[in-house]
């Protein structure tokens, strides 16, 4: 494998053009590059595991367009589908029974979930059922954790991960105090902090949202005991459990972190995998809790294009393909080889660094570790991360650009992949 310095210059054109006229050139922030350094790469089109940029260059892909490509990208059963679903119109506005196929899908899958709405984004999701968490309990505080991400709402932007990690940013300016007032912190797998807050502000306390594996400091498991201790102090303190499966859901287990860990909560968030690769999201959980939603209760939410057939029809076929038997199991043996590769090759070249993996998502940091919170994944040595991400990509290996996200394997990624995307690590800690 030769590292040669890539051509990227219909890539550095279009950035610089699109600096003029959008904030940072971009529609999301971590696209930027700003922690890895160099250019963000354009890209041109995308298919099964891989990308091409506008200059002609082939990467293998572990972002996945930040989740929901699972599948691969454009699998062509999920494109087929769509074509035959454009025919009949991009947007309804009205109930389309496609929703109820895949509002079955998700629950059947998904422990918590009695009831579901959809709308558009993760963010608008975990906004949801925020409201949903306060107008159930009448209570307005909520426990999150530090460095989990749950959108751009205000009330979540406090100690939020990744995209706010990245630049720097503790908080957003524009977010009102007396918005995040109620918004409590503990560090992630403390169980004693969660304790502590709850006996602070007895009977105020709505919930606790969380990653149940977060994907936003990077990737953290939880400790044994973590969530099932979370479980039990929310029970006891009459709270409700959320957990934010935007990321794990479909991924780490058919049935999200929920079904992995045995622990079920009482409501969950979903997005990304659901959408296919089209804007989605979801919440959902006790049949009780969701009577609250409007028009079924008072809590009002909607959206004019929720629920919408191309959003549906990407989320069912992208489930059915998830539903074949062994998926799991080889999501579950790639990701293992390249993590476990990951860590020995950085062992072997006298790099600290740690890491894991759940199924199809996977993380190291280049730190000793052990990492269990936000705090110690900043211990990482970012300036490393960063030459590391500059080296993989020249050797057409796409991983995402901060060292503060997980990354994704999808099913079409192959053994052939991942030897790739080891030798180019090997060569790249090799040179660091
Ligand atoms: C756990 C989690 N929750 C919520 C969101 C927000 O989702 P979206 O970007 O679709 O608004 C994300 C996005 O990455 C996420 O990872």
Redesign the pocket.
């Known amino acids: 494998m030769v590292s040669t310095p890539l051509k990227t210059t219909k890539s550095e054109e279009i950035f610089s053009a699109a600096q003029k006229i959008m904030p940072g050139g971009v529609s999301?922030p971590v696209r930027a590059f700003k922690s890895v350094g160099g250019q963000p790469i354009v890209f041109d089109r995308v298919k099964g595991a891989y990308v091409w940029d506008v200059d002609g260059n082939q990467y293998i892909d572990y972002v996945g367009t930040?989740?929901p490509a699972i599948c691969g990208h454009a699998h062509p059963e999920v494109i087929a589908a769509l074509h035959e679903a454009l025919e009949k119109g991009t947007s309804f506005g009205a109930p389309c029974a496609l929703e109820n196929v895949l509002a079955e899908m998700v629950i059947d899958a998904v422990p918590s979930i009695e009831m579901v709405r959809f709308v558009n984004?993760?963010?608008?999701?975990?906004m949801s059922v925020l409201r949903l968490m306060r107008a159930f309990t009448g209570r307005e505080k909520i426990i999150k954790f530090e460095g989990?991400?749950?959108?751009?709402a205000d009330m979540f932007l406090v100690k939020a991960g990744s995209g706010v990690a990245t630049l720097g940013l503790p908080d957003s300016p524009g977010v009102p105090k007396n918005v995040t007032v109620n918004t409590l912190n503990a560090p992630y797998n403390d169980l004693e902090a969660v304790k502590k807050l709850f006996s602070e502000n007895p009977g105020q306390i709505a919930g606790i949202i969380l990653?149940a594996v977060v994907?936003?400091s990077g990737f953290i498991p939880p400790d044994a005991g973590f969530l099932e201790g979370l479980r039990m102090l929310t029970e006891e303190n009459g709270a409700l459990l959320v957990f934010?499966?935007?990321?794990?859901g479909f991924r780490i287990a058919y049935g999200g972190a929920q079904e992995k860990f045995g622990v079920t909560p009482d409501l969950t968030?979903l997005?990304?995998i659901i959408g296919g690769g089209l804007?989605v999201?979801a919440y959902g959980g006790r049949q009780d809790i969701m009577a609250m939603v409007a028009p079924a209760g008072p809590m009002y939410q909607a959206g004019t294009l929720s629920g919408n057939p191309l959003a549906m029809t990407a989320g069912i076929k992208t489930l059915e393909l998830l539903q074949k038997p062994g998926t799991y199991e080889y999501l579950d043996q790639i990701t293992k080889k390249l993590s476990n590769g990951l860590l020995e090759i950085a062992k072997e070249t006298g790099h600290a660094a740690c890491g894991g993996q759940i199924s199809a998502m996977f993380g190291f940091f280049f730190t000793e570790g052990p990492v269990h919170n936000y705090d110690h994944a900043k211990k990482s040595d970012l300036a490393k991360f960063g030459r590391f991400h500059r080296g993989m990509l020249e050797r057409g290996i796409y991983l995402a650009p901060s060292q503060f996200e997980a990354g994704f394997t999808s099913f079409v990624h192959t053994e052939e992949d991942i030897d790739q995307t080891l030798a180019a690590a090997r060569e790249v800690l090799s040179g660091l």
């Open positions: 999301s930040w989740g984004s993760g963010t608008e999701a975990c989990c991400y749950h959108g751009h990653e994907g936003n934010d499966e935007v990321m794990t968030t997005g990304k804007p999201g």
